[in-house]
């Protein structure tokens, strides 16, 4: 039995919505962190339940559609897909909540340096997880290769972040501990900008029926 | 249409077959560091490709098996949970290119000390991921939740280990370059055994019909 449109526009409705709480989730740990407020940190932590509320209830629309429409081919696809997408979605949030937690021990110690670099990451991760969501539920492949593309702006910018900071360590051991927790931040956003390019990896798969995340960014033609 | 008895041991033994070659990246990714071994480090990142072949293989199979059977109830489940632990088992294997890329790395520099808490994660991180595969192919709860409790030992560690290197590179700022790689490392085995946390969690839904992914373990009833 086919899936009828209004079902598909629900679980993307839902997909969205949970996206959408993702994003201000990331924002908000970074933001926690640049402007040291420790208040909004606590409040993304304390909202996460929210977003893992949104995984359950995907997940089990996703295996209720399976289970009385027993779809085939794209439709089959589509749902498979948007399982495996929630989980990535949960991750990533996962790591705002581990941002917020660093910002809460940065806040309580001196500042160490103005945050330049780390702004500019998270901006870059938050756009890649959105555009790959809406490529997912308007099956754009150029867009999933868009993010794609991306992350390694996203690995340079926390390349040269490492860098700058075990700079700073060595000149100056006082900094070691502030250092380290900002170094795990850059982690984090480097890894939620890996969830996002995995999320656009299995779009470009489910549209092109063609397995991708294997593959060098080059070896790919649209 | 129910899935077969040997359908569904065709799909066990693939999922077993690629958790041995996850096992032996982790166990070889952490012997090229503590022997000092970079052949092996380039062995583990050249033959990463054989464990994203699987992730293909069974991601594939599951479809068709969805298609095909269109299986309702607990076949639907265990297949779907499948599709989901064979992208967490493909994770896994990519921190161990990690270890290993950061293996060759701190190879080249003068030993920072010997590694004791390292090997001793990793011995419980692969043995996590070992019991998570094996309590989904057996449907063992009880081994699930044992997956899950052994997650706590790991971050234990994580956290002695982080800890002494802050020591270290506080000490002397010389070493700040190495103790960070190390870091990585800890983080990476910290992360393999979350991904095996996220198995058992999904094997403990599977077979309770109950999600418990977002419950702190004290909420859970065997």
């Known amino acids: 039995?086919?899936?009828?449109?209004d079902e598909l526009k629900h679980l993307n409705g839902m997909l969205l919505q949970m996206a959408g709480l993702v994003e201000t989730s990331i924002r908000e740990s970074i933001k926690s962190l640049t402007e040291r407020n420790s208040e909004l940190a606590r409040k993304v932590i304390e909202e996460d339940h929210k977003i893992n509320t949104y995984d359950v209830r995907i997940d089990e629309e996703c295996i209720r559609l399976l289970a009385l429409k027993?779809?085939?081919?794209?439709?089959l696809r589509f749902i498979t897909t948007a399982m495996k997408i929630t989980t990535d979605l949960e991750r990533i949030a996962d790591n705002a909540v581990n941002i917020s937690e660093r910002a809460l021990e940065l806040n309580k110690e001196p500042l160490l340096k103005p945050y330049i670099d780390i702004p500019r990451m998270r901006e870059i991760a938050q756009g890649m997880v959105r555009d790959a969501i809406d490529a997912f539920v308007n099956e754009d492949?150029?867009?999933?290769?868009?993010?794609?593309?991306?992350?390694?702006?996203v690995d340079d910018l926390n390349d040269i972040v490492l860098k700058e900071l075990m700079f700073i360590m060595t000149q100056d051991p006082?900094?070691?501990?502030?250092?380290?927790?900002?170094?795990?931040?850059?982690?984090?956003l480097e890894r939620i900008a890996d969830h996002a390019t995995n999320i656009a990896e299995m779009v470009v798969y489910m549209v092109?029926?063609?397995i991708i995340r294997h593959m060098a960014p080059r070896e790919i033609e649209i």
Chains 1, 2 share one sequence.
């Open 141 to 153: 492949k150029r867009l999933a290769m868009d993010v794609i593309m991306r992350d390694d702006e």
């Open 70 to 75: 027993q779809p085939m081919g794209k439709d």
């Open 174 to 188: 006082s900094t070691v501990y502030r250092a380290m927790k900002i170094s795990y931040v850059s982690k984090y």
């Open 1 to 5: 039995m086919p899936v009828r449109e």
């Open 208 to 210: 092109k029926g063609k």
